[in-house]
Structures are given as C-alpha cells and as structure tokens.
C-alpha cells in the first residue's frame, strides 16, 4: 500500500503507485529513461536516500541536501532516449520555480547498467 498516495506521479506518466512508486521502494528501473523519471519524482519528493542510492558511487557526492531547497518543480520534458545494453543517455527539460521565479533545467545525462540496475553517471548542460 502507498506511503505516499499521489494521485498523478510527479514525472507526467501513470498514477505515482503505478509509474515511479515501485522503483523508489526497491525495484529496479527497467530502462535509464525509467529511471531518470523516478529521480526527477524524487527531487519533487524530496527523497535524498533514494536519490544517493541511484547515483553511481565513482561520481556521487559525499552528500546531498535537498530537505531545504525551495525549488517547486513544474514538469519534466523527455526530449531524447539513447540506450544500449550498458549505458544510456537521457536528454530532458525540467521546469522549477524557486521564490516565484521560473528556470528550466536542460540535461543530457549518462548512465550505467549494472548487476541490473540503472545508475546516474553525470550529465552535461547544451547551451
């Protein structure tokens, strides 16, 4: 049963029980697209854990704070999906608000598969 009963999942697909829920309670990401969508739901979440847990241990931070950032995230736009067996690029546009003002965040991020699960690498930011 939901901890968190959402009714429409952060990251613009399914109910949250039935789109990014699952994979924030432990199963795995069946793409990096999946993935990418379930962080995106965990900064609106803010659930740090997760977050740390997703990031791949050769490029994540020592920690992460996000319990007091303001930031109101609007809506996330998948622009690209990339994916061979191992590692994928996911190309997005998330939009956030923060003290009333409105940003866009566009990243193409790097991910690796492995032991079957989907990490975040790094991204980059194109002009």
């Known amino acids: 049963m939901s901890k968190n009963p959402l009714p429409a999942c952060p990251c613009g ?5 039935a789109c990014c829920e699952p994979i924030h309670q432990g199963m795995p990401a069946r793409s990096a697209e999946a993935l990418m969508r379930s962080r995106y739901s965990a900064y609106v979440l803010k659930l740090e854990d997760y977050l740390f847990a997703t990031w791949h241990p050769d490029t994540r931070p020592a920690a992460l704070d996000i319990a ?14 990339e994916e061979s067996a191992d590692t994928a690029t996911v190309e997005f546009v998330a939009r956030y608000k923060i003290a009333g003002r409105a940003h866009r965040l566009h990243e193409i991020s790097r991910f690796v598969r492995e032991n079957g699960r989907w990490f975040y690498v790094d991204g980059v930011f194109p002009q």
């Open 13 to 17: 697909g399914l109910s949250y029980a």
């Open 68 to 81: 007091d950032d303001d930031s109101k995230w609007l809506g996330l736009e998948v622009k690209r999906h």
